[in-house]
């Protein structure tokens, strides 16, 4: 048993030494003395490649330069050696550490990459230099991590606000199948008999079946500037969801210092993405101008403002705006980041005087989006993470 537990021991120690030499790279081994080959060999070369410093890069991995087939060859060596999450942080590192992002013009680049949302973000901040042999490449990448998002978000989303706008109309005379029992019980407590241990409902209540005209409408007001990207496919991948609800009418609003109408792009999302330009700055107060010079039922909009709040418009007139809307009975939601990237940097000064207004201004997953969005068509409070 001591030889058994010692060679286990031993299997242990090598196995820690692997790990830190590949955490460490570098020339001689970085003082570990562990000398890999096989697929670590490759593990460290693809590692070095992009993370050892400039001399290391050029003798581990050959580096990756700005050559289009070094860096097709790296992609395919990534791909191979790790699993996809890890993939796209190091495609993301490449871009931004070694300034690659030219590189994705070239469609044979595009083919090799993994697609995700951050993929997508670059792409869009490339469009206008996009040449045409690369746009249907890029298109298509878009595409794909568009149905991704759609097949992972739509359903839950259609059947979130939904039930809503059921709720939102509620009815005396509910057919069975649409009585709110709790409601209805909480109702008639009253009217309990003890006798029989069981409440008689003099008055029931239920939830109306929702008109087929439009009877809510939803504003989503997006800030395309270069720090809100992966916000912006989400945020175009939820309008079109919206959009093909017959209940709702939905209109997508992208703005910088100018404002871009997107709603007849909406059937598509992937057409919306090509008709935003990330970067520029950012004029809060003449987008939530725009849109709110198209509301037409103040009492039955939601107004989603999605941005990081710093504002180079004229910042009292933005607040003004806001108040006056809500005062209107618009039900105004501020979102910092519709991202699942973690907290963002933002204007705190403008997040707490929108908090004063009623407000509040907060982080959003993707997962909690369809909540967020029910909660406001219902009028009810916000679900607020309490990170936020």
């Known amino acids: 048993m001591k030889k058994t537990d010692g060679l286990v021991e031993e299997g242990e120690a090598r196995e820690r030494l692997r790990r830190w030499r590949l955490v460490l790279g570098g020339a001689d081994a970085e003082g570990t003395g562990c000398v890999l080959d ?3 060999a490759g593990m460290d070369g693809a590692l070095g490649a992009l993370y050892g410093k400039e001399g290391e890069r050029q003798g581990r991995g050959a580096g990756l330069g700005a050559s289009a087939p070094s860096v097709a060859r790296w992609l395919g060596d990534v ?7 890890v993939v796209q942080v190091m495609q993301r590192d490449a871009v931004e550490r070694l ?13 090799a990459v993994e697609a995700d949302v951050h993929l997508v973000g670059t792409l869009l901040s490339l469009n206008r230099a996009l040449p045409e042999t690369t746009r249907d490449t890029a298109r298509a990448v878009v595409r794909k991590v568009v149905r991704d998002l759609e097949k992972r978000l739509a359903g839950r989303t259609r059947a979130a606000l939904r039930g809503a706008l059921d709720r939102s109309a509620r009815t005396g005379r509910p057919r069975p199948r649409d009585i709110d029992w709790g409601r209805t019980i909480a109702a008639n407590l009253k009217h309990y008999l003890p006798e029989h241990g069981t409440v008689v409902p003099e008055r029931l209540v239920g939830y109306g079946r929702a008109a087929q005209s439009l009877n809510k409408g939803v504003t989503l007001c997006v800030d395309q500037s270069g720090s809100m990207a992966s916000s912006l496919v989400y945020a175009s991948v939820f309008g079109a969801v919206l959009a093909s609800m017959t209940t709702i009418s939905t209109r997508l609003v992208v703005f910088d210092t100018s404002v871009v109408d997107l ?6 999302p992937v057409d919306v993405l ?3 330009q990330l970067g520029g700055g950012t ?13 037409e039922r103040p009492a039955d909009t939601v107004v989603v403002l999605i941005s990081d709040l710093y504002e180079g418009g004229i910042k009292d007139e933005m607040l003004k705006r806001v ?12 979102l910092l980041s519709l991202s699942d990237e973690g907290a963002p940097a933002y204007d705190r000064e403008n997040a707490a005087a929108l908090a004063a207004l009623g407000v509040p201004a907060f982080a959003c997953t993707p997962e909690l989006f369809p909540e967020v969005m029910a909660a406001a068509l219902e009028r009810r409070p916000l679900p607020i993470p309490e990170t936020a």
């Open 38 to 40: 096989g697929r670590d």
């Open 79 to 85: 791909r191979t050696y790790f699993p996809s999450p």
């Open 99 to 111: 300034g690659l992002a030219s590189l994705l013009l070239e469609p044979e680049m595009l083919e």
């Open 263 to 268: 709603t007849d792009q909406l059937d598509d």
């Open 274 to 276: 090509f008709g935003t």
């Open 283 to 295: 004029d809060i107060n003449r987008a939530l101008a725009y849109c709110q010079a198209r509301i």
């Open 323 to 334: 108040a006056a809307m809500k005062a209107a009975g618009v039900e105004f939601v501020s």
